[in-house]
């Protein structure tokens, strides 16, 4: 186990179905799978990384993006210290000018 100097945690957030998991998974090391589960409640990761010559460990919550879950999910926000929002491009209707 790696020595660290600092550790943050970071949530994930977004609709149900736009490739969190996927984008956790494949961030902490773990092989791509192209079938489909929903996160239930939500999912842990975390990897140690360099940043500006420090060693850093970020915590990274995975959050389900059902409606049902959205209760049980908030708790997750606390004690974040940044949140990436994660959404399907496919999805968003046509942008007016």
């Known amino acids: 186990m ?3 100097r600092y550790r943050f ?9 736009v490739g969190k ?4 998974n494949r961030f902490i090391g773990m ?3 192209s079938d489909y589960e929903y996160t239930i409640g939500s999912e842990f990761g ?3 990384i360099s940043v ?5 460990k970020l915590q990274i919550w995975d959050t389900a ?3 049902i879950f959205r209760s049980v999910v908030k708790t997750h926000y606390r004690g974040a210290a940044g949140a990436l929002l994660v959404y399907d491009v496919t999805s ?3 942008v007016s000018s």
């Open 46 to 48: 975390s990897k140690i």
């Open 21 to 24: 998991s996927k984008l956790l």
């Open 31 to 33: 092989p791509y799978h």
């Open 92 to 94: 968003l209707g046509p």
């Open 2 to 4: 790696e020595a660290y």
């Open 52 to 56: 500006g010559g420090e060693v850093v």
């Open 65 to 67: 993006g059902q409606e």
């Open 9 to 17: 945690k970071c949530i994930m957030i977004g609709d149900a179905g």
